[in-house]
């Protein structure tokens, strides 16, 4: 593995990565609205399926350190089950069936989540490159980015939500192809074993904070991350101007995860994630006191432009915290995160439904993020910058 560039180890991390999340994750989002137009699939029964699949999330994590598996095994395995589980929705209409692949797609998400962020910066830490680093981590934002702009082609096509569907899946087993031999063989026995040495998490302050607050995101973000679409479909009917939220929200996520290498760096990581949770709250709440696609668009930039970079904060975090334990930590707070995720969506859209709006879940979203902000700046260093 030493023999592969550090580059092509960066592109493979953040390949994996566009996968699980990009697809795995959020093509669900930007595909909503056809599916409510061409499936009658309503608001409430949209967030049962985004809920199943960050059900799957939250039960990958707690697996992932009993998985007995290489590293790049784990992923390359992931990749291929998001593949056939999202080009499968594509070939039927069964709701139960949906949920089911949606669930499979969410437990290789997450295994993704753990097992490639870990196999990218172990891989690199010899080129000491923070930049290298980013670019593994701008795979969410670049694969999100690439997942609103296919939908948004689609759209002005006027495809349906299953083609739509089987052109993702299909995208999925391409990438994954792509990236195979650099992933395989590259796993260790020595990394693996590790893990099975693992005991658990030394519960200390600081990482039942880290847990807390990285669930406080999960919750806080997932409601304008399922719905955004959604969201701006409900202001301006054309495609192709409502089109747009979910690419914005994607190029946000992959400039800021970028641009969080260099520019982070000076300032201490506890103040950093708490200005970024104030940051997506203000994001969260905005379209609740402002209608148009200039509020939704704000909301895009400022959640989008965050959450990828408290994903970054929290891993460093963990590290510091937990040191050879960090797998289990950041399992732990994976599973917070994916449990916040599973509240969002049901709970916005039995409101919606009620005739509510979303208004009720952004504010409930929006004051969770402020409290764990203040709890993130107690916790930081006297004189921290």
Same mark, same amino acid.
């Given at each position: ?98 949920? /089911?692949? %949606? #669930?499979? $797609?969410?437990? !290789?998400? @997450? *295994?993704? &989540? ?5 196999? +990218? ?32 082609? /689609?759209? %002005? #096509?006027? $495809?349906?939500? !299953?083609? @739509? *569907?089987? &052109? ?5 087993? +391409? ?40 669930? !406080? ?169």
């Amino acid at each position: 593995m030493s023999q592969i560039p550090a580059l092509r180890i960066a592109f493979a991390g953040m390949a994996a990565l566009a996968v699980a999340m990009g697809i795995g994750r959020f093509a669900f989002t930007p595909i909503l609205p056809m599916m409510q137009d061409d499936a009658g699939l309503t608001v409430a029964s949209g967030g049962y399926l985004a809920s199943a699949n960050y059900l799957g999330y939250f039960v990958g994590s707690l697996l992932a350190t009993r998985l007995r598996v290489r590293d790049d095994a784990a992923v390359l395995g992931s990749m291929l089950l998001i593949g056939i589980a999202t080009l499968l929705m594509g070939f039927t209409g069964d709701y139960f069936v949906w949920l /089911l692949l %949606r #669930l499979v $797609a969410g437990i !290789a998400n @997450a *295994w993704i &989540a753990i097992f490639a962020f870990s196999w +990218a910066l172990d891989r690199l830490a010899s080129a000491r490159s923070p930049l290298l680093n980013s670019l593994s981590f701008a795979g969410v934002g670049a694969g999100t980015m690439v997942a609103g702009l296919v939908c948004l082609a /689609l759209m %002005r #096509l006027g $495809a349906s939500s !299953a083609q @739509a *569907w089987m &052109a993702f899946g299909l995208l999925a087993l +391409a990438v994954t192809a792509a990236v195979w031999t650099t992933y395989a063989g590259g796993g260790t026995v020595r990394a693996a074993a590790a893990r099975s040495q693992i005991r658990g998490i030394p519960w200390s302050r600081d990482a039942r904070l880290l847990v807390f607050c990285f669930g !406080a995101a999960g919750f806080g973000y997932i409601i304008p991350a399922t719905f955004l679409p959604a969201m701006a479909r409900a202001v301006i009917q054309d495609p192709a101007v409502f089109g747009w939220a979910w690419p914005v929200f994607g190029l946000a996520a992959m400039l800021s995860t970028l641009l969080a290498a260099t520019a982070l760096s000076r300032f201490a990581p506890r103040r950093v994630w708490m200005t970024c949770h104030l940051v997506m709250a203000f994001g969260v709440v905005i379209p609740v006191f402002s209608t148009g696609m200039a509020a939704i668009v704000t909301a895009a930039l400022c959640v989008g432009g965050t959450f990828m970079v408290i994903t970054l904060l929290s891993i460093q975090e963990a590290r510091a915290v937990a040191g050879t334990q960090v797998i289990p930590l950041t399992a732990a707070m994976t599973a917070a995160f994916a449990l916040g995720q599973i509240l969002g969506p049901v709970a916005a859209g039995l409101l919606v439904d009620a005739g509510l709006g979303f208004a009720g879940g952004l504010l409930v979203a929006g004051a969770v993020l402020a409290f764990s902000a203040a709890l993130l700046w107690r916790s930081s260093p006297a004189g921290a910058a």
